[in-house]
């Protein structure tokens, strides 16, 4: 696939779903992250998650991705029961997810086409095709010239896309990010909101938890907000 090439191709995205279903998640001491939470995304849906701090945004996200597990209730991802999945099988459920999450940092011992190729090593990809899926996603956020580059040489907006660009070089058919434009300008905040769409408009379900109510204001996507752990 050439660098410039559209990064996801034409797949069935029937099982690609997330369903919330009575679910709890309550923290040693008491301390209740979610609360009776329930809905549905349906595929090539864009949905951004908006509440306070401390609201459980990021606790609505690991759950999907089994980062965290639910205390009572079903998440079901893609068909499968996330709340009871055995451990074995997470990184299966993994190769279908990207996954942007605030502490899950870059390796500033490697430059940016490394970081990028990083998860399709991992997969077992051949050294060639990973190399130029990683310049697909690389190409995608537009990070192709600063390949070669390491983290600590890139602005923060570079190195969020460069965390976008290692999200999707697996071509997941889910797109989580949490918070991805805290601590941006208006303009990188722009742009990364963009890349976002355009990622959902091949496709791709998206969901995204933000402070930030500008591109809710722009896109009026669909919008799940919590208060204090349960959906508003």
């Known amino acids: 696939m050439p660098a410039n090439s559209c990064l996801h191709c034409s797949t069935s ?33 864009m949905v951004f998650i908006t509440g306070h701090s401390g609201a459980g945004k990021s606790t609505l996200l690991k759950l999907i991705a089994a980062i965290e597990r639910a205390t009572s ?21 993994r190769r279908n997810l990207g996954l942007i999450f605030q502490d899950q940092k870059l390796l500033y011992d490697r430059s940016a086409f490394d970081n990028v190729m990083l998860p399709l090593v991992v997969t077992g990809h051949s050294w060639r095709d990973a190399a130029r899926r990683a310049r697909a996603a690389l190409d995608k956020v537009g990070l192709l010239d600063r390949e070669r580059a390491y983290p600590i040489a890139l602005s923060g907006g570079e190195q969020q896309r460069l965390c976008i660009a290692r999200a ?33 408009q091949v496709g791709v379900t998206v969901l995204i938890s933000t402070h930030d109510d500008r591109p809710i204001r722009k896109l009026n996507p669909r919008v799940l907000t919590l208060h204090h752990g349960s959906l508003a």
Do not use: W
Not at 171 to 197: C, G, H, K, V
């Open 73 to 93: 209730g079903t998440v079901l991802v893609a068909g499968q029961n996330v709340s009871s999945i055995r451990r074995p099988a997470i990184p299966f459920l």
């Open 168 to 200: 999707v070089v697996n071509r997941p058919n889910i797109l989580i990010a949490d918070e991805p434009t805290a601590s941006l300008d208006a303009e990188y905040a722009d742009a990364i909101i963009a890349m976002f769409r355009s990622f959902n």
């Open 13 to 45: 995205l029937e099982t690609d779903i997330i369903s919330f279903s009575r679910v709890y998640k309550r923290y040693p001491g008491g301390y209740e992250a979610l609360k009776d939470v329930n809905f549905t995304v349906a595929p090539g849906e």
